[in-house]
């Protein structure tokens, strides 16, 4: 009983398998490794493409002045900052509001400073996107981007950005995702070789960048995260294929 | 690529118009495929009543069908063409968005001053307005030239009132035939009908 009990709590961490509670500690210390260094090593290795996606998300996600939105494993802030202006964060009238979430608090301490120096009114809460700590119906916009493959129980997660939402409120997943069939060979090269070795080269850490690459093919691909939204209460869910499907941008409504 | 920056042409397009804002919102979430020949985008109207590209797997609720033929003819500002657009679904919401679309104005001039100044763009647009209107003018006088010359010098184009009198006499033809089947009918049923026994009239 105890054996079949324990695997049943084992879960991925990249094409590794470990037990639950480790895998919060093991992400936890691949981003705190690389939080200094993860915008740079994000425009390294996407050409500087994950601005524009992210710049999409902002455009498709249909926000305006007033409008409340949650960044979800927001880290360095760069979404946050674009929602701020998008919703009018410390405009006298009407202002909206976005809150800046990360379980990481080195990645959250990058993101709150840069919000500071941008002089943005974010608040910036170290918190767990499976436990979220806002009321039911609060937010019209919640957004995770580059995390959800990081999260042990992400049904428990998408739930809790179920229910934080207003109903007709919005939930935007952009997320690594399966790339389209002839392009596969090439993306794996990219991903397994010379991603580990731009780690190595920029950020001084080529073990944080093979568990990336890792975790990207363990991601569940368009087709299933758009069912896993479905089940968990989203409706008219639909996605955009970015780069041929190296991102995808999911996006749902709260009846 | 293409979805992103088709998104971003939109929504500043849509910026530009913000009256488009209030006629979209209360459609928010519903989405319109218009087909145009090759190219068949799928539009979804957003919460803030701007415009973007629906993503890969979207349902529209509308669909407007638009043949070449009928796009030339739109693009010349052909009122009769309008109602030979084909639309399914949600008729009421397509019309919006047509609506949208045939109200929308691009100010070129306003994008490019912030390019390259007021007062340069305003010039640049001004030679930018004459240059069409003096392309506009030169194709009309060149298009009037040659319909004259192929139906004076060279007749291989009718002209409006020999085609409206020959139309006149298709229908009096028509009419004419029309009559006589009328006429060959009643003979016909004169025929058939049974002639009277003349012992008949001599009954009490």
Redesign the interface.
């Known amino acids: 009983m105890t054996t079949n009990q324990d695997h049943n709590q084992q879960t991925h961490f990249g094409f590794k398998t470990v037990h639950e509670a480790e895998k919060a500690k093991k992400v936890g210390e691949v981003f705190h490794s690389v939080a200094s260094k993860y915008d740079l090593m994000n425009d390294v290795m996407s050409a500087g493409l994950h601005r524009s996606w992210k710049r999409f998300a902002v455009e498709v996600s249909g926000v305006k002045t007033g409008d409340k939105v949650l960044d979800i494993a927001g880290g360095s802030g760069d979404l946050s900052k674009l929602f701020a202006k998008k919703v009018g964060v410390g405009s006298p009238q009407n202002a909206g509001q976005v809150v800046l979430t990360d379980i990481n608090a080195s990645m959250l301490g990058v993101g709150r400073d840069r919000m500071l120096d941008a002089g943005l009114n974010v608040p910036a809460l170290q918190c767990d996107a499976e436990k979220l700590p806002f009321p039911d119906q609060y937010f019209d916009c919640v957004i995770v981007a580059f995390g959800l493959r990081n999260m042990t129980h992400k049904e428990v997660a998408l739930a809790e950005m179920q229910r934080v939402l207003k109903v007709g409120g919005r939930l935007l997943v952009l997320e690594f995702s399966k790339v389209w069939q002839p392009l596969s060979k090439i993306y794996d090269a990219y991903s397994f070789k010379l991603l580990p070795l731009m780690g190595k080269i920029f950020a001084k850490d080529a073990q944080s960048y093979q568990y990336l690459a890792e975790s990207i093919r363990m991601h569940p691909d368009q087709e299933t995260l758009k069912q896993m939204m479905t089940d968990v209460g989203f409706f008219k869910v639909d996605y955009y294929n970015l780069a041929a499907g190296v991102v995808a941008l999911h996006k749902g409504y709260k009846t | ?1 293409l ?2 920056l088709s ?2 042409l939109l ?1 500043h397009l849509i910026a530009q118009n913000s009256w488009a804002n209030a006629l979209l919102q209360p459609y ?2 519903q989405s319109v495929r218009i087909h145009i020949g090759l190219i068949s985008p799928t539009l ?1 109207i ?5 415009l ?7 349902t529209p609720d509308a669909t407007v069908t638009i043949p070449p033929t009928l796009l030339l003819r739109l693009i010349a500002k052909d009122e009769t063409a309008k109602s030979q657009i084909n639309i399914t679904g949600d008729t009421h919401l397509a019309t919006e968005l047509a609506k949208v679309f045939a109200h929308m104005r691009w100010d070129y001039e306003d994008d490019l001053s912030k390019l390259v100044g007021d007062i340069p763009a305003y010039q640049i647009a001004d030679f930018g307005r004459k240059a069409v209107g003096s392309i506009k003018e030169t194709s009309t006088n060149l298009a009037e030239m040659l319909s004259e010359y192929w139906q004076e010098e060279m007749p291989v184009i009718a002209k409006k009132r020999h085609v409206e009198h020959f139309n006149s006499e298709v229908d009096t033809l028509r009419a004419d035939v029309a009559r006589l089947e009328k006429k060959l009918l009643k003979f016909e049923k004169k025929l058939t009908q049974p002639l009277s026994s003349p012992t008949d009239t001599h009954n009490p």
């Open positions: 690529m979805k992103q998104t971003r929504q928010a979430g979804i957003l919460e803030d009543g701007s973007a590209l629906a993503g890969d797997t979207n």
